[in-house]
């Protein structure tokens, strides 16, 4: 099924500490999870991905985490950035199934000075 | 290069009306991609283009809503007749390939039919 947002959840750190934004996914089939990260009046931007035959990914400041025993993924960044303020929100994709991809509600990163 | 092109930035319409919605991909894309935002049901994929074919127009959702690209720098998405459920964020994103990791967004059309 498809995650619908109704509220958009908000997650306020401290510049400098590391942020943890997660996503529950929902289709156990699927096999590719994106993160993408979109900044007011622009579109999205990706960031880092991971395939369901990893657990654990890393960019640079950034590391992605999978689950798929509870199907949740997970984005750290590390040492926040005023920059780093945006919506994140993840997406999934089952390749076997004409690449249907499907993205999460967002979170909203706000950081605090 | 300047990225994927998107006009207009922002629409106001009446309901009923016809609405055109433009988008330039980037130089030697050879797929490019229509999306809608909203709050309640997030980022949506409507349709996708590979070599200016209609590859997937599984999420477009009815009739009024059409999309064409007539040649490799332009695309179009048309919503006739609007209505204010339409009123949305309208992206364009184009890839080198079909992997979703290379798209590039566009800023987006925002759209408000009254």
């Known amino acids: 099924g498809e995650s619908v947002g109704l509220h958009l959840p908000t997650l306020s750190v401290q510049e400098g500490d590391n942020s943890i934004i997660n996503c529950a996914y929902s289709?156990?089939?699927?096999?590719?999870f994106i993160w993408y990260k979109q900044e007011s009046g622009k579109g999205p931007q990706f960031i880092i991905d991971i395939r369901s035959n990893m657990d654990k990914r890393q960019g640079q400041r950034v590391t992605v985490l999978l689950n798929k025993t509870v199907k949740h993924l997970s984005l750290q960044i590390a040492a926040t950035q005023p920059g780093d303020s945006a919506v994140y929100f993840c997406a999934e994709i089952r390749h076997s199934s004409a690449s249907k991809i499907i993205f999460g509600s967002g979170t909203r990163l706000s950081i605090r000075p | 290069d300047a990225g994927v092109i998107q006009s207009p930035r922002h629409e106001v319409t009446e309901m009923g009306q016809e609405v055109t919605l433009r988008c330039k991909p980037i130089s030697g894309h050879d797929y490019l991609f229509w999306y809608r935002q909203t709050m309640m049901r997030g980022l949506e994929l409507l349709i996708y283009f590979n070599n200016n074919v209609p590859i997937d127009d599984s999420g477009m959702p009815e009739d009024r809503f059409s999309a064409k690209m007539p040649n490799a720098s332009f695309s179009t998405l048309k919503i006739q007749p609007s209505e204010p459920r339409d009123s949305a964020v309208y992206f364009c994103?184009?890839?080198?390939?079909?992997?979703?990791?290379?798209?590039?967004f566009g800023p987006g059309t925002r759209l408000l039919v009254l």
């Open positions: 289709n156990s089939a699927s096999d590719y």
């Open positions: 994103a184009s890839s080198l390939d079909r992997r979703e990791e290379t798209q590039y």
